[in-house]
DNA sequence: GGCACGTTTCGGCCGCCGCCGAAGCGTGAA
DNA sequence: TTCACGCTTCGGCGGCGGCCGAAACGTGCC
């Protein structure tokens, strides 16, 4: 009915429907800034090229743009539009259920652990949920989480100062749908806290140019013992 | 990086890419199943195309048909779908922060109460989740909802049994970005039941071929006794 | 059976948009 | 100043995809 929202609701799907743009706004998705250049050899095209993508995503908001010197850094504008990006992504997982799926190395790392902007998806991010969940830290459904008074203090004994993330409210503590394991994981400020002090903790790591993560062998043993999570390598 | 990744995701994005097929969609965001030909009609196209149309997003799982006689009736496929449309009007409307927005009547009464697949939106929708915020029924985070002790008895009172909504969880009250608004308003479980309750009252009713949402007279008043809400009309 | 109607299939036209080569601009290093 | 490098702009080519007219199919009504 309202063709000015149907209208803009088309600029935003076909910004994301060409394939050279989707696979630069993946790039993108762990929350990093790349260059233009970058972004160009992700999505196998000329930079010309590129540059005429990146401009179009920025003058739309998608993306914004940083100069510093000669090179041109991008990164998603908001998290609003990682959202949206995630969202998308869960549509392609969930509506075709059996496409012919290339199982490359790559993708079986992605699918193994791999960071979702600020939060931890795949297996382990998962798993993460689940031990939460089983231990009674924290209380997740389709539409929403909370963390319990017994989550506040394990986590804290972990090392998260839950109270610091966010002062007021109680909910602070997102599910969010899984593309690969079509399961829910945890994201909101918890997800990120919870990533961060992985990171600090040196448990994960990031894959170089990639959104792949890996658990290091102190990762591995700590996860062990501190959620009885049993990751593969 | 994951080619496949990004070939998905290209794929749903120039599907709702296209202004007719994106008119579609948003006409299908209430949630109600419509016909070819009223989709046909929506998007100003010949029936011959939208046929065309609705097959490729059949196709691809984002619509469900079912046949009754010679009609055929599509809905959105679930719900996955409606949050990820809802995501991308979020980023429409954040994105074009100052775009040329003629202010048809149409689009005022959408900014004014709208059904936002099985919920509330608008002015009224917000109105609403703040007035149950100021009562202390609920908490509302950006990452989360949940609804307190004293909102039990509260929405009790009002007739809507939580307990029936969600048996186990204790949260089922998803905050959703307005985009008209640009605030969150009430989803989830506890927003479908909201909406469905006020259509019960007679407090709301649809109007005929749109998302719109009108007040009563009826509803006037019970807003404003139940709520100290002031809906303009 | 005959007709009306909603929907789909087919074929061909047309326009938009992504692509790259070549060239231009700004920045940093020598 | 000169060169190298990253990025952008311009111009032209090529293909994908949306659009409609015509016609076929299936269903319900008389």
Redesign the interface.
């Known amino acids: ?19 050279a ?3 630069m ?3 993108l998705l762990d929350g990093r800034a790349l260059t233009a250049g970058e972004l160009a050899w ?1 999505a196998r095209i000329t930079p010309q090229t590129a540059s005429g993508h990146l401009a179009k995503l920025q003058a ?3 993306l914004a743009m940083e100069k510093q010197g000669r090179h041109h850094y991008f990164r998603l ?2 998290r ?2 990682a ?3 995630e ?11 059996r ?1 012919i ?2 199982e ?1 190395r ?2 079986k790392e ?1 699918r193994l652990a791999r960071s979702c902007y600020d939060h931890l998806a795949g297996v382990l991010g998962v798993s993460l949920a689940d031990a939460l969940a089983r231990q009674g830290a924290v ?8 963390v319990t008074d017994k989550g506040r203090a394990l986590l804290a004994g972990f090392g998260i100062d839950v109270d610091a993330l ?1 002062a ?7 599910p969010c ?1 899984d ?1 690969s394991e079509r399961r829910h994981h945890i ?4 997800g990120k806290g919870l990533a961060d002090h992985l990171f600090d903790l040196g448990w994960i790591t990031r894959v170089k ?3 792949v993560i890996r658990v290091t062998p102190t990762g591995q043993r700590g996860l062990e013992k501190t959620f009885a999570i049993d990751h593969p390598a």
């Not at 007021?168 to 997102?174: A, S, T």
């Not at 994201?187 to 918890?190: F, M």
């Open positions: 009915m309202t063709t000015v929202n149907a209208m803009n609701l088309a600029e935003v799907g076909s910004l994301v429907g060409d394939v743009r989707a696979q706004l993946t790039a992700c739309a908001g998608l504008a908001s609003t539009v959202n949206m990006l969202s998308m992504q869960v549509v392609c997982a969930v509506d075709a259920p496409r799926r290339p490359s790559i993708d992605m209380d997740l459904s389709a539409d929403g989480g909370m966010d007021r409210k109680r909910c602070f503590c997102r749908l593309w994201a909101g400020s918890l140019d990639s959104r």
